[in-house]
């Protein structure tokens, strides 16, 4: 059975910080990148981070400098640190897992409010 479960959601006040988790199964196979994408109520889905298994990362201009993706593709796992949050980055956060097939998790919820 194939699974992508993430965690580390929460409330956090602005200016703090949240750890995000995503474990895929051994299911998948041959895992190239993985990566975190955001949807707030009333809006699109939208990009926030991705790395490849070459070692190679991107973010959204939105999230540079604030959130650090790491983790390792070989052991399907990856990570999302996001300091300095913004009540804009109120959001259900999704771990998008890529190999052979495509895969997402079900999200967590993300909400930055004083």
């Known amino acids: 059975q194939v699974q992508v479960v993430e965690s580390g959601g929460g409330l956090v006040q602005p200016g703090g910080s949240l750890r995000l988790s995503c474990v895929a199964s051994r299911t998948i196979f041959s895992i190239y990148a993985m990566g975190w994408y955001r949807q707030a109520p009333g809006k699109q889905r939208e990009f926030v981070a991705s790395?490849?298994?070459?070692?190679?990362?991107n973010y959204a201009d939105s999230v540079k400098g604030r959130f650090t993706i790491s983790g390792d593709t070989a052991l399907n796992t990856a990570y999302l640190q996001m300091n300095t949050l913004k009540p804009e980055d109120t959001a259900v956060y999704y771990c998008?897992?890529?190999?052979?097939?495509?895969?997402w998790g079900q999200g967590t919820q993300v909400t930055v409010s004083s």
């Open positions: 998008n897992v890529r190999g052979v097939t495509t895969h």
């Open positions: 790395m490849t298994s070459g070692g190679s990362t």
